[in-house]
């Protein structure tokens, strides 16, 4: 039986809680990722995606300039945008729930956590698509 721990994207790229919006853009834009868990002082408490981001940057109906925008964004911490309460699963999971509840709520990917709520991993629908390919290989 496939387990989430191995696919799973171990020891992710991570944000404190206190970093700006603006921080975990170019973090995320470095690193070519679409999420980023968040640490309170190095405990795993949170999520933000892009997504989050993108839904929290003011529209372009705003009258507001491309540097206010900015400099609201660099003042704006992680806290007022990430979700403080992500689905997790644990790295024993099997392969085939965890995508069934990727799939039943919608999601890009879960936060994966040991028995201690220590964060472990990430797994991401492109990891579920790596799994999916090399199993159907297999067959």
Same mark, same amino acid.
């Given at each position: 039986?496939?387990?989430?721990?191995?696919?799973?994207?171990?020891?992710?790229?991570?944000? *404190?809680?206190?970093?700006?919006?603006? *921080?975990?853009?170019?973090?995320?834009?470095?690193?070519? #990722? %679409? %999420?980023?868990?968040?640490?309170?002082?190095?405990?795993?408490?949170? =999520?933000?995606?892009?997504?989050?981001?993108?839904?929290f #940057?003011?529209?372009?109906?705003?009258?507001?300039?491309?540097?206010?925008?900015?400099?609201?964004?660099?003042?704006?911490?992680?806290k007022?945008?990430?979700?403080?309460?992500?689905?997790?699963?644990?790295?024993?999971?099997?392969?085939?729930?965890?995508? %069934? #509840?990727?799939?039943?709520?919608?999601?890009?990917?879960?936060?994966?956590?040991?028995?201690?709520?220590?964060?472990?991993? =990430? =797994?991401?629908?492109?990891?579920?698509? *790596?799994?999916?390919?090399? #199993?159907c290989? *297999?067959?």
């Amino acid at each position: 039986m496939q387990t989430v721990d191995q696919w799973m994207t171990p020891d992710p790229i991570t944000i *404190e809680v206190d970093a700006s919006i603006i *921080e975990a853009m170019h973090l995320m834009k470095e690193h070519n #990722i %679409r %999420r980023l868990p968040v640490t309170c002082e190095g405990k795993f408490c949170g =999520l933000i995606t892009d997504l989050m981001i993108k839904s929290f #940057i003011p529209g372009q109906s705003t009258s507001l300039d491309t540097w206010e925008v900015h400099y609201i964004l660099a003042k704006t911490t992680i806290k007022d945008a990430m979700n403080p309460h992500p689905m997790t699963i644990t790295p024993d999971t099997p392969l085939c729930e965890a995508a %069934r #509840i990727i799939h039943d709520n919608k999601l890009n990917g879960l936060c994966v956590t040991d028995t201690n709520n220590n964060l472990v991993g =990430l =797994l991401t629908t492109t990891n579920l698509m *790596e799994a999916l390919i090399t #199993i159907c290989k *297999e067959i």
